[in-house]
């Protein structure tokens, strides 16, 4: 079974997450903030993370840098919701450094599992919906 590490300091996303990609069959593991979610990947190093970009202490873009120099092949999808709040939207700079997609806030959870299914390929699971 694939095993996905959520990053995100909002709880519900996180919840909603965790409850919906264990429904489709993947393990999940979940981190509240970057310096967490670094510790919790080199601790034991998923399939796939998904990493929102705006949080307090070592946001995103700081965690892609890192996690990249010493897991160059890390497959990362980046989440943000500043766009739709008036920020300046980071998604796309997300993809330069590293990141293999890029999806807005708030999540097409159906459009995050295609792309779940995508990138591991093979290892990806069937959805059960």
């Known amino acids: 079974m694939p095993d996905i ?3 995100d300091d909002d709880y519900t996303i996180r ?3 965790r409850k919906r990609l264990e429904m489709s069959g993947y393990t999940v593991s979940e981190a509240m ?3 967490e979610g670094i510790a919790a990947y080199r ?3 998923s399939d796939l993370v998904i ?3 705006m ?3 070592k946001d995103g873009l700081e965690v892609i840098q890192e ?3 010493d897991y160059p092949d890390i497959k990362i999808i980046t989440i943000s919701g500043a766009d739709s709040i008036g920020m300046i939207n980071l998604l796309p700079l997300t993809k330069t450094l590293g990141a293999l997609r890029a999806i807005p806030k708030p999540i097409d959870q159906e459009q995050l599992l295609g792309v779940i299914h995508e990138l591991l390929g093979d290892r990806a699971v069937s959805r059960r919906e």
């Open 67 to 69: 996690l990249m120099l």
């Open 33 to 35: 903030d970057g310096n």
């Open 51 to 53: 990493l929102d970009i």
């Open 43 to 45: 601790k034991h190093p």
């Open 5 to 7: 590490l959520v990053i």
């Open 15 to 17: 919840l909603a997450l």
């Open 55 to 57: 949080m307090p202490g």
